[in-house]
């Protein structure tokens, strides 16, 4: 209950979670202690924090190392609604990078995007037609937003819109740290037919500063095992088709010395 309630709104206080745990102040602070040792949280004079805070953007390194085999598998299921002649947005991330790296095998596709990285993966794919927006360079995801970039996008009508983020609840939907990103996200998201969402479980059941898309303009949602059940007994009670990829068998540099 301290995970869901610190995922879900950022921070905890020990008084209210005495209330509503009907627990001493001296086990909430042991199990306080503990939840940060495991990373879970950050400990503040009388309660706790989510970890790096609501507003805290990680870097694409930080991004890259995380979660890299479940983005691997997100990606490859979301090539499966992938068709020859469609057009599609990839907005920035780490997973929609994994998703522009497939894209090679489908055959003539219009890919626009406002990730340097994608664009850059999909410079040797001769049947990917490549679409950049301007905008404003943000170096910490490779990316360009701002104005320029909005507008860019605003005349289009693409079938698919792949999104990723930093948090993605079934009751506030996919959001993100940054104003500018999340801005640009909005516009990449209306100009598709259809919203599909890259999450793996680590930003299931997290929620950061701005909204992004509003659940019910999300269609589907690709996440991996890990993610929390009741999120996604929550995403498809609000009508979101949920796809939980598989996994698969890792990869050999995953495997530990005794294989």
């Given amino acids: 209950m301290i995970a869901d309630r610190i995922r879900s709104r950022g921070v905890v206080t020990i008084a209210e979670m005495v209330g509503l745990l009907q627990a001493s102040e001296i086990t909430l602070r042991r199990d306080l202690r503990v939840m940060a ?8 004079h009388g309660g706790a924090l989510l970890p790096g805070g609501l507003t805290r953007e ?10 890299a ?10 090539v499966r609604l992938i068709h020859a002649g469609e057009s599609l947005i990839l907005s920035p991330g780490t997973t929609t990078l994994a998703l522009a790296q497939l894209l090679g095998d489908i055959g003539e ?6 990730s340097l990285l994608a664009a850059d993966a999909l410079m040797p794919t001769a049947g990917v037609e490549v679409l950049i927006t301007g905008g404003q360079l943000r170096r910490s ?39 500018l990103v999340a801005a640009a996200d909005r516009a990449l998201a209306a100009a598709a037919e259809r919203v599909v ?8 059941g997290v929620e950061t500063m701005c909204q992004t898309v509003p659940p019910e303009q999300i269609s589907t949602v690709i996440t991996d095992p890990g993610a929390d059940p009741s999120e996604v007994a929550a ?6 088709e949920v796809v939980v990829a598989e996994l698969g068998a890792p990869a050999a540099d995953e495997l530990s010395p005794d294989g």
């Avoid at 990680?58 to 979660?67: L, V």
């Avoid at 995403?235 to 979101?240: K, N, P």
């Fill in 37 to 44: 040792d495991q990373g879970l949280l950050v400990r503040t």
């Fill in 58 to 67: 990680p870097s694409y390194g930080e991004k890259a190392t995380r979660a």
């Fill in 69 to 78: 085999r479940e983005k691997a598998a997100i990606a490859r299921a979301a």
């Fill in 109 to 114: 596709l219009t890919v626009v995007t406002n």
């Fill in 141 to 179: 995801i490779h990316a360009l937003v701002g104005p320029v970039a909005e507008e860019a996008v605003r005349p289009l009508r693409v079938s698919k819109t792949f999104l990723s983020g930093n948090g993605l609840t079934a009751k506030r939907g996919l959001s993100t740290p940054n104003p």
């Fill in 197 to 204: 969402v890259l999450a793996d479980h680590t930003k299931v």
């Fill in 235 to 240: 995403m498809r009670d609000a009508g979101i």
